[in-house]
């Protein structure tokens, strides 16, 4: 629709305002210049089209299923997964979305400094993570749906992870953290069982997978052990992901009998805008089991 326009330009033909509608909404790939103006005023638009056909999206998640296979994540892996599915045109967007995780992953899988940042101060890998994010948040593919999960999970957006059912994984975790900080029932059981066919196993960085796995661990006093051999490394994490570390070991440790443990990372907790509901409740079974 255009209102108040004299004149209008599509990549420097003039035309009419009902041609330049029709052809447009026509376009499924390219870049497309428009110019419109009243008098003398005058505005620039450029619209970038990229309808993904499905033969193409097929295209990218076939490379992506290449490089998962090859077991190998470098630099020319990436670059071989972008040849590769560079055949599907109209699938450049996610295309381009599946990438820019993949190298967000190797840079926050660097060995010399995986907290490397920009001139701004960014973190490079999340920098990545975020623009993946925005490029594969409109694509109902698996690959798209496991990469915004994963993302969400780093985050500590629970609940925009929980809707991604297809990362069962995922979605298990999340749902477990959500009903924590909601402070209701959760599942105790482990959720480890429930997380075949995920597609996030191929697609999780190192310390993502860790977490993972600690927030499927049993929560009844069985899986401890598993609790405790990541807290010596605590440190060495993001404050977010300190912050899913201490609600698992504070439940797992309170499962266990080791009241003290417990504590200690329940109270370094207790501050948080988010753990109110949680802490109540855990502060109350915890007084509980020490009687």
């Not at 990549?11 to 499924?28: H, I, Q």
């Not at 593919?141 to 993302?151: M, N």
């Not at 105790?188 to 066919?197: E, P, Q």
């Not at 310390?207 to 993972?212: G, I, Q, R």
């Amino acid at each position: 629709m255009t209102s108040d326009v004299e004149s209008i330009t599509v990549n420097g033909r003039e035309t009419s305002t009902s041609e330049a509608a029709g052809f447009l909404a026509s376009v499924k790939v390219g870049v497309q210049t428009v110019a419109v103006s009243n008098g003398p005023l005058e505005r620039t638009f450029e619209f970038d089209f990229c309808l993904a056909e499905e033969e193409d999206l097929c295209l990218v998640d076939q490379a992506l299923e290449k490089l998962i296979s090859s077991r190998e994540l470098s630099l020319n892996a990436i670059d071989t997964f972008i040849m590769r599915a560079g055949r599907g045109v109209t699938a450049r967007r996610y295309r381009e979305g599946v990438a820019a995780y993949l190298y967000g992953v190797l840079a926050r899988e660097a060995v010399e400094d995986p907290g490397r940042v920009d001139a701004s101060g960014a973190t490079i890998y999340e920098q990545r993570y975020n623009s993946a994010v925005s490029l594969l948040s409109t694509f109902d593919r698996p690959a798209a749906e496991a990469i915004c999960g994963l993302v969400a999970l780093h985050y500590n957006q629970f609940e925009l992870a929980v809707r991604k059912t297809n990362s069962h994984r995922v979605s298990d975790v999340a749902a477990r953290f959500r009903s924590l900080l909601a402070g209701g029932a959760f599942v105790t059981t482990s959720l480890a069982d429930r997380s075949h066919g995920s597609f996030d196993r191929a697609l999780s960085d190192s310390v993502t997978e860790d977490l993972l796995d600690l927030g499927a661990t049993a929560l009844d006093g069985t899986q401890s052990s598993m609790v405790t051999q990541l807290l010596p490394s605590l440190g060495e994490l993001r404050p977010q992901d300190q912050f899913k570390v201490r609600l698992i070991a504070a439940e797992a440790l309170l499962a266990a009998g080791d009241i003290d443990g417990a504590s200690r990372h329940g109270e370094a907790l207790r501050h948080s805008k988010e753990t109110g509901a949680w802490y109540a409740g855990f502060r109350t079974r915890l007084q509980e089991v020490g009687r």
